[in-house]
């Protein structure tokens, strides 16, 4: 019997888990070992500063096991706004159980009792092809778009400045 999921709003008594959370994730699925500060500071923000977005936690028996976080795009073309998910993550233990399917469906509702909302978007590292099946198995599709970026946070990282 598969163990009841609780989803619901993050708080900052969520920020350990969510930071473990991030960094987990990039490492896993980039190889990337995030700066746990610069980690921590942007996670706080948005638990304490609602206009950059949300995290919704997953539990199960009272233990957080996953998490996701929304933030906003406006879209002039459709009024109104794409929901992006980010910083998606399970524990291990609690993989291929359900867990994002619950978080996934859970959001979904939300986005769409807010008239607002026009639909989901997420971005998903290229290899990570286990993460895109689950996508497409709850009716996420291709977007049709490659994602180009300028950062400059990163090319300090890379360039060993780990204090950006």
């Known amino acids: 019997m598969t163990a009841t999921t609780i989803i619901r709003a993050a708080t900052l008594k969520d920020l350990d888990f969510i930071v473990d959370a991030n960094a987990a994730m990039a490492f896993e699925t980039e190889y990337k070992k995030l700066d746990r500060t610069v980690l921590t500071q942007g996670v706080e923000r948005v638990l304490t500063e609602p206009g950059l977005g949300f995290y919704r936690i997953a539990e199960r028996e009272g233990v957080a096991v996953g998490c996701l976080m929304v933030t906003c795009e406006w879209s002039d073309w459709r009024n109104g706004h794409w929901w992006w998910l980010q910083s998606v993550y399970v524990i291990p233990?609690?993989?291929?159980?359900g867990v994002f399917?619950?978080?996934?469906r859970d959001t979904e509702r939300s986005a769409r009792e807010n008239e607002g909302v026009v639909g989901l978007r997420?971005?998903?590292e290229k290899e990570n092809r286990i993460a895109m099946r689950t996508?497409?198995?709850?009716?996420?599709r291709d977007s049709g778009y490659k994602l180009l970026q300028a950062g400059w946070v990163e090319a300090k990282l890379q360039a060993g400045d780990g204090n950006s």
């Open 93 to 97: 233990a609690a993989r291929r159980s």
């Open 135 to 140: 996508y497409v198995s709850l009716g996420m």
């Open 122 to 124: 997420l971005y998903v």
């Open 101 to 104: 399917r619950d978080l996934y």
